[in-house]
DNA sequence: CCGTTCTGCCGAACAACATTCGGTGCGACG
DNA sequence: CGTCGCACCGAATGTTGTTCGGCAGAACGG
């Protein structure tokens, strides 16, 4: 992971659909090299996919919500199991397992209000290891696809 | 958004950096129809970049949480500019803007627990408009970047 | 200090690709 | 029934991905 790297990669988190050829020349190398360094990224594991960003409401996902969830026993048993079945609905986006109050944050989207609604009570509110559970709206979702760089690295 | 529409969506949040070529075998068109299409959803907004997902370690980001924060006064002047604070900060990965008893969820990733500890006290908490904030830190992220299409849609 | 080995990069060659554009079929509309 | 407009197609052309042989410099050992 040195320095050529690193710019293969901050190229690709900024538009993963340019041009080898365009990478580079941006980054200063052959593009024989260019190519063989992604693929030894890719192999590594340091690049672990490549993905088109969509707007949500073009796929009918309107509205968005955070779900803090208490499960009990805390066993590793209830938590990957809960994971899973989380992990596995089509509302769900994203899986937080969490150290602290809550045990997971689980980031919803559905179409509407009433929809959202119903996966709360019909599917979530079903399963057994959960005593309780906290729903906030999120009127705004601001994600960072391309972060820069931390400061004291 | 037709039919035709939805299944190039779903191969670019797939792989995006496959060839189009590939794209229109799969979905069952001309290249050059498939190409015009993928340019009208770029065009359109619905399609809004291609982004290589990184492994977190790799960034040097091995510690993640979640931070909620309340501000005040409650005003769009000091909402609109916290959200552009949290966003402009290296640290920050996403911002949702919440309904409910928080005001702001942030995701945040940092090399190690120290520089986390010092991001939240010398840079956040020494925003004037926050009134309070609580840290919980992130043992696992399981994100969907290829979500199932939703049952009733 | 020299010879060997190994590693990473390069540039050329070729197959695959993106992109453009004129043509065509089909449904809509008058 | 004729005409218009739209979406798709296929061929053509310049560009790209991908492979491979070779080369230079570093690392190592004698």
Redesign the pocket.
């Known amino acids: 992971m040195?320095e050529?790297d690193s710019a293969i990669v901050r190229e690709l988190q900024r538009d993963a659909r340019?041009?080898?050829?365009?990478?580079?020349r941006k980054v200063?190398?052959?593009?024989?090299?260019?190519?063989?360094?992604?693929?030894l990224l890719r192999e590594r594991g340091v690049i672990r996919g490549y993905h088109a960003d969509i707007t949500p409401s073009a796929l009918n996902r309107g509205v968005q919500a955070l779900v803090s969830v208490q499960v009990r026993p805390l066993s590793r048993a209830v938590i990957d199991a809960f994971k899973a079945f989380a992990h596995g609905l089509p509302e769900v986006t994203a899986v937080f397992v969490m150290a602290g109050n809550d045990d997971f944050v689980i980031h919803v989207s559905a179409q509407d209000n009433d929809r959202l609604h119903a996966f709360l009570v019909d599917r979530l509110s079903q399963r057994k290891e959960i005593v309780g559970f906290r729903t906030s709206i999120i009127f705004q979702h601001l994600a960072k696809h391309d972060p820069a760089p931390l400061p004291g690295a």
Do not use: F, H, Y
């Not at 340019?18 to 580079?24: E, G, K, L, T, V």
């Open positions: 040195d050529l340019q041009s080898n050829r365009d990478i580079a200063g190398v052959a593009p024989s090299t260019c190519l063989e360094r992604t693929r």
